[in-house]
């Protein structure tokens, strides 16, 4: 018999479903963070170049 609720700790009972969704938003938080921090401070002014224009096709201000 397969649980549709999985026990924590505190005793709070959360879904799968909501741990895999937990899951996938750190993996796209760090993945979307290591990209920012690539594009921003890396030494390839063409990477950082490309990350400023998209910056400014979006209409985010950047600087």
């Given at each position: 018999?397969?649980?549709?609720?999985?026990?924590?700790?505190?005793?709070?009972?959360?879904?799968?479903?909501?741990?895999?969704?937990?899951?996938a938003a750190f993996v796209a938080l760090?993945?979307?963070?290591?990209?920012?921090?690539?594009?921003?401070?890396?030494?390839?002014?063409?990477?950082?170049?490309?990350?400023?224009?998209?910056?400014?096709s979006l209409s985010f201000p950047c600087?």
């Amino acid at each position: 018999m397969i649980h549709s609720h999985l026990s924590s700790v505190a005793g709070l009972h959360v879904s799968a479903k909501r741990i895999e969704a937990i899951k996938a938003a750190f993996v796209a938080l760090f993945v979307g963070a290591g990209l920012v921090y690539f594009a921003g401070f890396s030494g390839a002014e063409a990477a950082h170049n490309a990350a400023h224009d998209t910056r400014h096709s979006l209409s985010f201000p950047c600087h």
